[in-house]
């Protein structure tokens, strides 16, 4: 199994850019496939960003496709989010994920372990 704490969320203004931390322990997490996911209030939970164990592939969700970036350093166990030109609709708790299967995927409900999220509030 893996643990995942996320960090780095915070209150910003539109047009602003943040980076998301998620360090992860106990089993290695170039095991997992690694993703992004975000959840605003009364909305369903969603996939922004995926990458693959070595970092050789990334996916994004398409509305986000330029603003943002996901990486990783699987020697410092620890994955980001970094994002650019945010909006006020870039708010929600924002969550890391690992997931078991090897196949980079995109739907939540196929991803094992969470993390507890960070908040990101973008004002305008």
């Known amino acids: 199994q893996v643990q995942l704490i996320e960090s780095g969320g915070g209150l910003v203004q539109a047009g602003d850019s943040l980076t998301l931390s998620c360090a992860a322990s106990?089993?290695?997490?170039?095991?997992?496939?690694m993703g992004w996911f975000r959840q605003a209030p009364g909305k369903e939970r969603e996939f922004v960003a995926g990458?693959?164990?070595?970092?050789?592939?990334?996916l994004y969700a398409d509305s986000l496709k330029g603003r943002f970036t996901i990486s990783r350093d699987n020697a410092k166990n620890t994955l980001y989010l970094q994002m650019n030109s945010l909006k006020p609709e870039d708010t929600a708790v924002y969550f890391c994920?690992?997931?078991?299967?090897?196949?980079?995927?995109?739907?939540?409900?196929?991803?094992?372990?969470w993390g507890q999220g960070t908040q990101v509030t973008v004002s305008s």
């Open positions: 994920a690992a997931d078991a299967n090897p196949t980079l995927r995109t739907t939540p409900d196929e991803y094992d372990y």
């Open positions: 106990g089993r290695t997490m170039s095991t997992y496939p």
């Open positions: 990458i693959s164990r070595i970092g050789r592939t990334t």
